[in-house]
């Protein structure tokens, strides 16, 4: 059985006979939610039947789901994928003006950032881009009616790095972006890599193109070295030369996300280093105050520390948020669910 989620509009057409049915089925499945065939009256019964043999439109069954008292929702999802049972960790973070569905691209992480739990997990498997795309679906029809269909944005920010799976997630945030499906805008999508440099200028080159993040955390090559092994193969200046050239659009910035870790990326000198790295990029950077978790050897900065942090960069004009912590009672950090409830039965 092939997963409906993993094609794009074209191949399914290029596979259905007749092939505008790829659109009539784009429409019944990402628009209309139909979660069988039978529900799709417009097409014969014996139709019906075949593309029920052929296809599966199933979306991940929940392992755990976790609410917070914020309304943020997070969930263990039980991959269709593959046959070997892994978990991806998906988020619902509802807001007032816009709600945000973060997602995984891999199944743990190769890229061992020390501050991250995901990173200690190691890498499993990358995520087919039908795994990619029912996370987007399943958030979706769990938290928001059909007439709030769209009113959320899409970060790729969950387990994983993007880039390392480059093929399957382009695939996915093309399928995310179809008119005939979700129709999901470019600019309601960010992709956020540790700074694989190669991808980076090869996602440049695409005729769509998701918002981009740069995970930072680390504004000399000796702190960016010890937090981020990768920055070793591609060092910051290599990296900030290939953000400056990315393609943006009018009134488009690239985000830095920087993680402030108590007595290591917090103090003033920190971010006068930030400022002077990110001069001449249209830039918004994202301050993260750390998730503690008892298997992270570093902590929190004082609430003091995050001020002045910030205080720096916006005296120097560069736009500087402090994220929120949302779902802090359910996770303290990305990872952490699936190493605390992976082996446990739902
Ligand atoms: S911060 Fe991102 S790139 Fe680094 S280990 Fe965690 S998931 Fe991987």
Sequence with gaps: MKSFFDYERPELAAMLHPSFRSTQLFKAVYQRRVENFDSITELSKGERASLASEWDIRLPAVHRRFESVDGTRRYLLR????????????????????????????????????????????????L??????????????????????????????????????????????????DKHGLNMSMSRITLSTAGLLPAIQQLATE????????????????????????????????????VRQFPLKHRQRVTFEYV????????VEDARNLVKLLRGIRAKVNLIPLNEADELDYQRPTELAIQRF??????????????????????????????KWSDIPA
């Design 310 to 339: 910030q205080q720096v960069l916006i005296d120097n004009n560069v736009e500087a948020y402090v994220r929120k912590n949302r779902g802090n009672d359910i996770s303290a950090a990305c990872g952490q669910l699936m190493k």
């Design 260 to 267: 402030l870790l108590k007595g290591i990326t917090d103090s």
């Design 128 to 177: 087919t881009a039908g795994e990619i795309v029912t996370q987007v679906l399943f958030a979706q029809r769990d938290n928001l009616s059909e007439e709030q269909a769209g009113s959320f944005n899409i970060v790729l920010m969950g387990m994983g790095e993007p880039l390392h799976n480059y093929d399957n997630v382009m695939k996915a945030i093309r399928i995310l972006h």
């Design 207 to 242: 005729p769509d193109i998701p918002n981009l993040a740069i995970s930072l955390t680390g504004a000399t090559n000796t702190k960016r070295n010890e937090l981020m092994p990768i920055n070793r193969k591609y060092p910051l200046e290599e990296l900030l030369a290939a």
């Design 79 to 126: 991959l269709a994928g593959g046959d070997d049972g892994e978990l991806a960790e998906t988020v619902f973070i509802p807001e007032e003006t816009r709600n945000t569905i973060c997602i995984s691209s891999q199944v743990g992480c190769a890229l061992a950032c020390t501050f991250c739990l995901t990173g200690q997990l190691g890498l499993t498997r990358n």
